[in-house]
């Protein structure tokens, strides 16, 4: 049975930025955050599919859940270094509970949770690429973790 | 905030590899250098004009190596697959023009950022050949990197099976239409689109071309952007529903690398 959570629950950082800054018509808190932390069970981070560049190659692992942040995460340890890997999930991308199995349902793929093994169009990036969001991404993943913005499934 | 940049370079040791598929003997060097041929045996030399500390791997049962024939245009990928795993393309074969020792085929800096080692295979073979990464860069300058090969040839796929030799390279210009091709698909060939804006940055990288329309699929970064037989670029990444590459003159800029001309 899939969980499927309500997006107006969804504690994001676009929706606090815009209540804060009284959502004047100029305001640049009313454009779409570029990243995205959709607070739930398990927590995700969603890029706007704009501003960010998606690597027109694949990335395998399996999804795994840190219960200790909340998040999820891609191990993959044929790596070389990006052995731990944060994913960045495309716009409309949800978090699922299955089972007890944290996930997401990712346009294209449809529900995928904690323990499938994944491929998926993208490649991990150095943190250091990222680091005007280092900040964000501390909510979920120690700085080690190489960063990948995903595509969507695999599949051209 | 400063852009990040993300740079390695290194000249690793040639590579001594077990043959999935057996058809390669059990210990071989496929990163045999000009050098390696009159210093072979020694530990390491250092390169004259670089810095670089060269290291030799003695080269065992090198006549039963059947080693590929690079060209841009092909496969490039992480593990001897060309539907599973990671899988990128190669640009155009290169070389610097001060030194014959760095010699190779291009593709994106992110299939090399985390993979030391990728198998390359022409389209029209069965053959998988190891290529050790060379140098790579992600950020202000673009997203390029390049694999060592001794056995590059001055062409690339312009389609599947499609070879077509280069004779030049030059700078893309807004407006100008290029075609592409890359092994991330294959039922599609070879793509077009019109070169919209250059300079594009995203995700700290800059110095991308950004096309008119998205015309790539996962598989296809590092694959070549031509018109003709002229270089333009290497592919890149999707931003915001459309393509993008690293211009080929940035090989030059950062490494003296050149597009490897018929």
Redesign the interface.
Same mark, same amino acid.
């Given at each position: 049975m899939i969980n499927r959570k309500r997006t107006w629950l969804l504690t994001t950082t676009t929706v606090v930025l815009a209540l804060l800054s009284g959502c004047g018509a100029e305001d640049p808190a009313d454009e779409p955050e570029v990243i995205s932390v959709v607070e739930d069970d398990p927590v995700i981070m969603v890029h706007d !599919?704009?501003?960010?560049?998606?690597?027109?190659?694949?990335?395998?692992g399996e999804l795994q859940f840190d219960a200790t942040t909340g998040c999820l995460y891609l191990h993959n340890p044929h790596?070389?270094?990006?052995t731990r890997i944060g994913p960045l999930w495309p716009p409309g991308t949800e978090p699922v509970l299955v089972d007890g199995k944290r996930g997401v349902d990712l346009p294209g793929a449809g529900v995928i949770t904690e323990g499938d093994h994944v491929?998926l169009? !993208?490649?991990?990036?150095?943190p250091?690429?990222?680091?005007?969001w280092t900040d964000l991404f501390g909510r979920c993943w120690p700085e080690q973790t190489?960063v990948l913005?995903v595509?969507g499934p695999?599949?051209? | 905030m400063p852009l990040s940049q993300a740079t390695r370079a290194s000249w690793q040791p040639a590579a001594v590899t077990t043959s999935k598929l057996g058809q390669y003997p059990s210990k071989f060097s496929l990163m045999r250098t000009e050098a390696s041929k009159d210093v072979e045996g020694l530990p390491a030399l250092e390169s004259a004009n670089s810095g670089f500390i060269v290291h030799i791997t003695p080269v065992e049962e090198l006549d039963d190596v059947r080693l590929e024939n690079t060209r841009g245009g092909s496969y490039l990928n992480a593990t001897q697959s060309t539907t599973t795993g990671n899988r990128c393309t190669t640009g155009f074969t290169m070389h610097d023009v001060t030194n014959s020792n760095r010699r190779g085929v291009s593709t994106a800096g992110h299939c090399a950022s985390d993979t030391p080692q990728r198998w390359y295979r022409n389209h029209n073979s069965s053959s998988w050949s190891a290529h050790v990464r060379q140098e790579w860069h992600v950020g202000q300058n673009g997203d390029i990197g390049w694999y060592g090969s001794n056995n590059s040839l001055p062409q690339f796929y312009a389609s599947w099976g499609g070879v077509r030799n280069v004779t030049g390279s030059a700078r893309p210009v807004v407006g100008q239409r290029l075609w592409f091709f890359g092994t991330g698909n294959a039922s599609t060939g070879q793509q077009t689109a019109t070169v919209a804006a250059n300079g594009n940055c995203a995700s700290n990288r800059c110095n991308l071309t950004a096309m008119d329309s998205n015309v790539t699929v996962p598989g296809d970064s590092g694959g070549p952007w031509f018109s003709g037989n002229t270089a333009y670029g290497v592919h890149c990444c999707t931003v915001g529903s459309l393509s993008n590459f690293t211009p080929v003159y940035v090989f030059s800029n950062l490494w003296g690398m050149v597009v490897t001309r018929a």
């Open positions: !599919g704009q501003n960010l560049a998606i690597a027109d190659t694949t990335t395998g790596a070389t270094e990006a491929s169009h !993208g490649a991990p990036d150095d250091e690429l990222y680091s005007e190489w913005v595509g695999s599949q051209g | -």
